[in-house]
């Protein structure tokens, strides 16, 4: 079955610290990788998408990046950490074909509370 | 500009009755719309989907309907459980442009 890992659960950083959240995924090929973050009383806002390995498409102009180093890997980074950067931060993945036959279906992982002091 | 929009933020409903959740959209490129329910502190998880070409889609105790002249679409819960207490989000999906695009959620709680 596939499973999908993201760590760590929390972390507190400091303004102006770097950053490096990583989500892999189990039991699947190529799939769809996703980062999400949902900011307090919001709702999930995409933040980069990956079709495959060195492949990002970026959502929203910020401060963070993404790289898919392997095909199960998707990793978001940043350099500086603003205040504005907290928040629950998500990976998704999706696969063609799997129940519905297209991508619409995202599978989650548990997300990482990120809090920026 | 928000594509998916879900008004009620949040939603009471004693255990038994119908629950009933509403999202309303603007884009008519969406060609998929899915519900999601979401514990807190845990990633959201799949519930119930429905094609564009379709205006009802039943599962269990969960249906979704859609309205696409209205470009409207609702989730019903019926009989509502104290366990379905979640938020709930709404996306729809725009296969040409391969994402999902989520609403801002809707907390419901079932009362005992």
């Known amino acids: 079955s596939q499973t999908i890992h993201q760590w760590p659960a929390t972390l507190v950083q400091p303004v102006g610290s770097p950053l490096s959240l990583e989500c892999t995924v189990e039991?699947?090929?190529?799939?769809?990788l996703y980062w999400y973050r949902q900011a307090a009383g919001r709702g999930l806002q995409l933040l980069f998408y990956?079709?495959?390995?060195?492949?990002i498409s970026s959502e929203v102009p910020q401060n963070l990046s993404a790289s898919r180093p392997q095909d199960r890997q998707f990793i978001l980074s940043s350099k500086k950490l603003l205040l504005s950067d907290s928040g629950f931060y998500l990976c998704?993945?999706?696969?063609?074909?799997?129940?519905?036959?297209?991508?619409?279906?995202?599978?989650f992982g548990p997300g990482t509370r990120l809090t920026v002091l | 500009d928000q594509q998916v929009k879900q008004n009620s933020p949040s939603l009471s409903v004693q255990e038994g009755r119908i629950s009933i959740l509403n999202c309303d959209y603007t884009?008519?490129?969406?060609?998929?719309f899915l519900w999601y329910k979401k514990y807190p502190a845990e990633g959201p998880t799949f519930l119930i989907s429905?094609?564009?070409?379709?205006d009802k889609n039943e599962d269990g105790r969960f249906t979704v309907f859609l309205n696409k002249s209205a470009k409207h679409l609702s989730l019903h819960i019926v009989p509502s459980q104290p366990g379905d207490s979640a938020v709930y989000f709404c996306?729809?999906?725009?296969?040409?442009?391969?994402?999902?695009?989520f609403g801002d959620g809707t907390t419901l709680t079932v009362k005992p």
């Open positions: 998704a993945w999706s696969v063609f074909g799997y129940r519905t036959g297209l991508y619409n279906e995202q599978f």
């Open positions: 039991g699947t090929s190529n799939p769809n």
């Open positions: 884009n008519s490129m969406f060609d998929y």
């Open positions: 990956s079709v495959g390995i060195g492949q």
């Open positions: 429905i094609s564009s070409i379709k």
């Open positions: 996306a729809a999906y725009n296969t040409n442009a391969g994402k999902s695009t």
